[in-house]
Structure formats: structure tokens, C-alpha cells
């Protein structure tokens, strides 16, 4: 079949593109990743959120651009990532031409399904290359794929691959060459009624009249009823509209017009080609391996067991192997910043911005990485063996009901230990709306930043008082009220402010396999790489604004008049504070942020929180791991305090209200931390919410839904510890 005006490939002296397409779980990420090696880039397509991978690969002496299309199973766009891959096909993106030639990657092992999709692209008319993946698969299971008499059915080149260990990959390339210099189309009878095609090709004839160009799919599916562009242009034209109209009734009178005859007719054919080229070398198993894994990996009982037993395993790596690194990644800017600290003593405005601003920022940005690192090998090497897919499966009738997508436990799990990595897991949601429901709840999950102001607080009100049951109890709490929240708020967005049409979960579940470590180390390095380069930059500038605002203003002389203060305290003050620390709280509470804390003092004031609070609230807003360390500064015990310092709990369980009543009772530490756990105050979060979602919108909704439900959820507490005394 063909266009109703067959279009060619233009001659350009550009740089060939070349598209790979397929359906999901095909292996295209396997031969991308073998025709490129690592000249590769990760970006979003323009306006979009669905990420696009690009390379560019030695074919033939010449240099030819690749990328990897998204996977879909048809020309009928159902999500955002297919309508993507079909505008990349056809030539709409921005700034990118139809690919010269589309490798099409089909799984050897499901043969039926993957040549539905190919029925459609050669209709189109598409110069293709058929890339035949999981040949060793088929093989293991006593059946291999005759792929000359499967070339000859096809009418172009199929090439088996098994990209990982090299196999066909030089003549995969040779192929590619050969098809660029001379494309080849499948110009193949597919097997509908002859009365069908002799009314589209009437209607085809009509149309090119009207001066509309279509494919005969596309007008072959307005025929019988289907989704097509066909449908509404036609409307516009009474002529048009009438020789559809006429056509219809003449075939429901001959019959041919019988439901899901399209997609009848294309399957019947894939099923026959598969039936022609697939020869089995021993008979089959009853039980195939994936089949015997899947009896226990989707079963209710053991399929969940199982299940947890693996994201404990997950969550305990992103949250302990990646501590040690952490730690050490902390200890080399400590020590930069001690031999930079010397060198620059002779300029102190220099020095603060380079040691407290530069330093600082790189210092909280890098921090990140282990955690992204780790959460991306396991997410890849899950999806690389096929277990993804079954704990989807699983989860989803768990999440469902709110109005989740199964694929969303990852990322929320992962958000246990940050939300950086936990946004950017949610990539693995292919519904755009879960997706985004997904990412707006994600930050509400009690990340390892939270943990020290937990500590902190637990540690100095809770466990003095209550014991260490109830602070066991209160750090449990503390790590359980963000899931316990995100329900009914994904619940109420899904039915509110996020629109459009959920798509159906549907999950095809992949053969199990080995999987590809050079794919693992590859996509750990690209999305490290990503978020260095977008969140990670953000951060940065956000840690020196922030530094400026607790520096300035410094005007001159102020250092001696705050020296002569502390000159004048009594002996047993001046016992409990060093003059370095009482200076620098001074400077502090005289510096911008240190100003606009107390400014907003009233509006903290009902949740119990004072400027030194609030103004610790507002420092921490690049990252929340600085909290700690500027309430010691803002208590003049210097900013070398962890969450075990006796000497910060003490200063908070002493620091009163000019009234002399207590600052932190056991109510208003419960507030402050409740606060944390609910309030969006992470710049690199909002950094990775800008990315994912390709817009300011969300990432601002996000920051003003959360810091709002936690103010409020911190007055509701004090004011109830009020009433209760």
C-alpha cells in the first residue's frame, strides 16, 4: 500500500538521521547503545517532558545521527511519549527532520505483536531496517528465526543483533549504509477485503483532488470508523463527507465492514509470517523459565514477600551504602575548604563567599550523586531483568484506588532517601497523568536530609521526657506522616487540578534475562551527568544567594561595636559563648535573611516559631542538611554541630521568648518537625521538578501546596499543645 501521493526522501548534504523505533522492551536501547557507544545525549524533546537520547555513530565512512525514538505498539498515538515518537517519525518536532531511514527493532521472541507496528510503517512508506533482537532467547528455547526467507516476506533487510555481546552490529551498520544509499520500502499486500482497498483507493484519488494528502491507513481507518485526522477534514468538506458516507453504505451492504476487522487483518498476517519463519529445533517446554519465575513473582502472597524483600534491599542501599560516600564526598569540601580558607584571609568577604558560598553549594550538590547513582543501578537493573514489570504489576491494585499508577512505588520509595532521585524515577511511569501525580506527592516521603533536624529535636524534647520507646515511636511517626498525607492529596489532585484521561494500566511483562551491565553503567553515568549539570547548578547559585542574604550588609565597624557587646555580657555568659560565636550570631541577625526572619516573625508566631527559627526555616531552603548547622551558628555554638551535639539541644531546650516562657516545648518540637516533613523546602527538588515536568508551573504549585499544609499543620499542634498545656 501506499501514500495517496508517495513522498521520497529528499537529497541533503545534512548529516543523515536515522530513527530506532519499536514497541517497548524491545531491546532498542541495547542497539542504540551499540551503534553509539558513548557519543551520546540525553535531553527532552521542545514543550515536552518525554526524554529523547540521541548519538551519533561511523556508518560507512560517515558520520550518521541516531535516536532513539519511544517505544510505541502503533501509529495511533494513545500517550505523550507515542504521540512523540509518531511526531519524530513524521517530521514534527522542532528543529528535527523525519529520519532519512527508521531501524525498526523487533523481538524475535514475539514475533505477532511486533510485526503489528511494522504492518503500519510500511504502509506508510517508510524506508526501514529490521533489527531482529532476542535471537539468543529464542535460540535457548529450542527455536530460531529463518531471516532470509523472513527478509524476502518483508521486502527489506533483517539483520539479527544481540547487541550485547556484539553479535550483528557490523552487519547492522553495513545495512544501514546500504539503505541510505538505496532505501528500501515493503510495498506488501497485507490481506484486506478487495472491496475495502478499491473504495480507499477512490477515496484517495478524492481527496488528493481536494488537496489532501493522507495515507491509505489513515483513510482506511476513517472508513471503518477508527481514530484519524481523516475523520474531521472530511467533516469540513460536504463532497468529501458524502463519498465516505456513499462507501460506507456500500460496503456494509457487500460485509467486508465487520468489527476489528483492521486490526484482525494485520495481526492475521504478523501470525502468518511468524508461522513461515520461526522453525523449532526441540519441542517447547510446558514451563518456560519466565513462566515458572512469574507463578511466584506475581503471586499475591509470595510474589509480595518477595517484592519487599527486594525494595528493603533498595531502600537500605540508597539509604546506608551511599552514607560512607556521602560522608567522604562532605569530608574533601571540609578539607578544600580549609586549605582555600588560608589563601584567601586577606580579602574576608572573598573568602566567606568562596569557603561558605562556592564551597558550600558544590558541597550540597554533589552530596546528592551517590544516592542518584545507587537508585539508577538498581532501577536499571531491575528493568534489565524484567522484575520492574512484575512489581508494577503487583503494587498497582495497592495504588490504584487513589488514582496511582503501579509504576509509581519506586519512586516514592526511593523518595525514603531523597526526592531528587525519587522525581527522577517516576520517568518510569508512562502515563503522563499518574506520572505527574507521582512527582507532585514524591517530595512529601521523608528524605535522610530530614533526618538530622529529627534527631535534633527527638534527641533534646522527646526522648528526655518520654522516653526512648516514644522517640523510637516519634522517628517511625516522622518517616510515616508523608505517605499517610500523599494519599488523600493524589487522590484530591487527581480529581481536581491534574485533567485529562488516565490511561488504562496496561503492562506487558518481558522474558526475564541477564542484564546488560555495560547498559547499567551507561544510564548511571548520563543520568549522574544530567543532574550535575541541571540540578546541580541550580543548587549552587541558590547556596551563594543564600550565603549573601546571611552575609550582608557588613557595614564598617560593626565587628568592634558586636566585640564591646560581648565585652559587656556578664562573666557566666561570656562562659557559655565564645566571642567568634557571639559575633557571628550578631552578624547573622543583623544580615538580610537574618532581618526579613524577623520581619515574618508574626507570621510564624502561632506555630510556636521565632525569628532564630524562622530564620533557620529560610537557610535551609537551598537543602534542608544546613539546618542544623544554622541553628548552631544562630545559638553562637558555630556551625560545626551535628544533630548529636549536647550543647545545640541544650541551647534550644533553654531559649526563651523575651517573656521568659520556654522557645521549644515538646509541642512545638513536634510542630517544627511535622513542618519539615511536610514543607517542599529543597531548591535541588524544585530544580529536579522544573526539569521533569519542563515547566515553572509545577514546581511552584508544589513549593506553595506543601509549604502551606505545613504551616498549618504546625499551628494546628502548637495551638492544640496550648490548649492542652
Not at 669 to 695: D, I, K, P, Y
Request: hydrophobic share 50%; proline share 6%; with cysteine.
Amino acid at each position: 500500500m501506499s501514500h495517496c501521493h508517495p513522498a521520497t526522501v529528499e537529497e541533503s548534504s545534512e548529516t543523515a538521521l536515522v530513527g530506532l523505533v519499536g514497541n517497548p522492551n524491545a531491546g532498542k536501547t541495547t542497539v542504540f547503545n551499540s551503534l553509539t557507544g558513548s557519543f551520546q545525549k540525553v535531553g527532552n524533546y521542545p514543550g515536552v517532558t518525554v526524554e529523547k537520547v540521541t548519538g551519533a555513530a561511523d556508518i560507512g565512512g560517515h558520520k550518521v545521527a541516531l535516536i532513539d525514538v519511544p517505544g510505541l505498539y502503533s501509529l495511533e498515538a494513545a500517550s505523550e511519549d507515542e504521540r512523540v515518537a509518531l511526531d519524530v517519525i513524521e517530521g514534527r518536532v522542532r528543529d528535527m527532520r523525519s529520519p532519512d531511514l527508521l531501524v525498526y527493532v523487533m523481538d524475535a521472541s514475539n514475533l505477532e505483536r511486533n510485526l503489528y507496528l511494522f504492518t503500519h510503517l510500511a504502509e506508510a512508506r517508510y524506508p526501514l531496517v529490521v533489527a531482529l533482537t532476542m535471537t539468543d532467547m529464542l535460540e535457548s528455547e529450542g527455536a530460531r528465526v529463518d531471516t532470509r526467507r523472513m527478509s524476502d516476506m518483508l521486502g527489506v533487510d533483517v539483520v539479527p543483533i544481540v547487541g550485547h555481546r556484539g553479535r550483528g552490529v557490523r552487519q547492522l551498520r553495513e545495512a544501514i549504509d546500504r539503505n541510505l544509499k538505496s532505501p528500501k520500502r515493503a510495498e506488501r499486500d497485507f490481506g484486506f477485503p478487495v472491496a475495502l482497498e478499491k473504495r480507499v483507493e477512490e477515496l484517495c484519488e478524492q481527496l488528493a483532488l481536494a488537496g489532501l494528502d493522507y495515507p491509505t491507513s489513515e483513510v482506511r481507518q476513517a472508513l471503518l470508523g477508527g481514530r484519524s485526522d481523516v475523520i474531521r477534514r472530511v467533516e469540513e468538506m460536504p463532497r468529501l463527507r458524502e463519498a465516505f458516507e456513499a462507501a460506507k453504505a456500500d460496503l456494509e451492504t457487500e460485509g467486508p465492514l465487520r468489527p476489528g476487522l483492521e486490526a484482525g487483518t494485520r495481526y492475521d498476517w504478523a501470525a502468518m509470517v511468524q508461522k513461515a519463519v520461526v522453525r523449532r529445533t526441540r519441542p517447547p517446554k510446558r514451563l518456560s523459565p519466565t513462566d515458572r519465575l512469574d507463578w511466584i513473582l506475581t503471586h499475591r502472597v509470595f510474589g509480595l514477600a518477595v517484592f519487599l524483600a527486594i525494595m528493603y534491599l533498595v531502600f537500605q542501599s540508597i539509604y546506608t551504602f551511599a552514607l560512607p560516600v556521602m560522608d567522604a564526598v562532605q569530608w574533601t569540601f571540609g578539607r578544600l575548604s580549609d586549605l582555600v580558607s588560608p589563601a584567601l584571609a586577606g580579602s574576608p568577604v572573598i573568602q566567606s563567599a568562596v569557603v561558605d558560598g562556592l564551597i558550600a553549594g558544590l558541597s550540597a550538590m554533589m552530596i546528592f550523586l551517590p544516592q542518584i547513582l545507587i537508585l539508577f543501578f538498581f532501577i536499571t537493573l531491575l528493568e534489565g531483568t524484567g522484575y520492574l514489570a512484575r512489581a508494577a504489576f503487583l503494587m498497582d491494585r495497592l495504588l490504584g484506588w487513589c488514582g496511582l499508577n503501579g509504576r509509581a512505588f519506586i519512586p516514592l520509595l526511593s523518595s525514603f532517601a531523597c526526592a531528587i532521585p525519587g522525581v527522577m524515577a517516576a520517568r518510569v511511569i508512562p502515563d503522563p497523568k499518574s506520572r505527574l501525580a507521582t512527582i507532585l506527592i514524591a517530595p512529601l516521603m521523608s528524605c535522610s536530609a530530614r533526618l538530622p533536624i529529627y534527631l535534633l529535636l527527638i534527641g533534646a524534647f522527646v526522648e528526655p521526657q518520654f522516653g526512648a520507646a516514644w522517640a523510637g515511636f516519634a522517628l517511625f511517626a516522622m518517616h510515616l506522616l508523608g505517605l499517610l498525607v500523599a494519599i488523600p492529596i493524589v487522590f484530591v489532585l487527581n480529581r481536581g487540578l491534574i485533567r485529562g484521561k488516565s490511561l488504562p494500566f496496561v503492562l506487558e511483562l518481558p522474558p526475564f534475562q541477564w542484564p546488560k551491565w555495560r547498559d547499567v553503567w551507561r544510564t548511571m553515568f548520563l543520568r549522574g551527568k544530567v543532574f550535575v549539570k541541571i540540578a546541580g547548578t541550580i543548587i549552587v547559585a541558590m547556596s551563594i544567594l543564600i550565603w549573601a542574604l546571611l552575609y550582608f550588609p557588613r557595614p564598617a565597624g560593626e565587628t568592634a561595636i558586636y566585640e564591646s557587646q560581648y565585652a559587656t555580657l556578664p562573666a557566666e555568659a561570656r562562659e557559655k559563648v565564645t566571642q567568634e560565636n557571639f559575633v557571628q550570631r550578631r552578624q547573622i541577625e543583623n544580615s538580610y535573611l537574618g532581618r526579613f526572619g524577623k520581619t515574618i516573625e508574626p507570621v510564624f508566631r502561632p506555630a510556636g516559631f521565632d525569628w532564630r527559627l524562622s530564620t533557620a526555616i529560610l537557610a535551609a531552603f537551598p537543602a534542608r542538611e544546613v539546618v542544623v548547622p544554622s541553628l548552631g551558628i544562630i545559638f553562637s555554638l558555630g556551625g560545626d554541630v551535628d544533630q548529636h551535639s549536647g550543647d545545640l539541644r541544650q541551647a534550644l531546650s533553654e531559649a526563651t521568648w523575651p517573656d521568659g516562657r520556654p522557645l521549644v516545648t515538646p509541642w512545638t518540637a513536634v510542630g517544627l518537625m511535622v513542618f519539615f516533613a511536610l514543607c517542599c523546602q529543597c531548591m535541588g527538588t524544585l530544580a529536579t521538578v522544573r526539569r521533569e515536568t519542563n515547566s515553572w508551573k509545577w514546581p511552584l504549585f508544589m513549593f506553595a501546596y506543601m509549604t502551606a499544609l505545613a504551616y498549618l499543620a504546625a499551628v494546628g499542634i502548637n495551638q492544640l499543645g496550648r490548649l492542652v498545656g
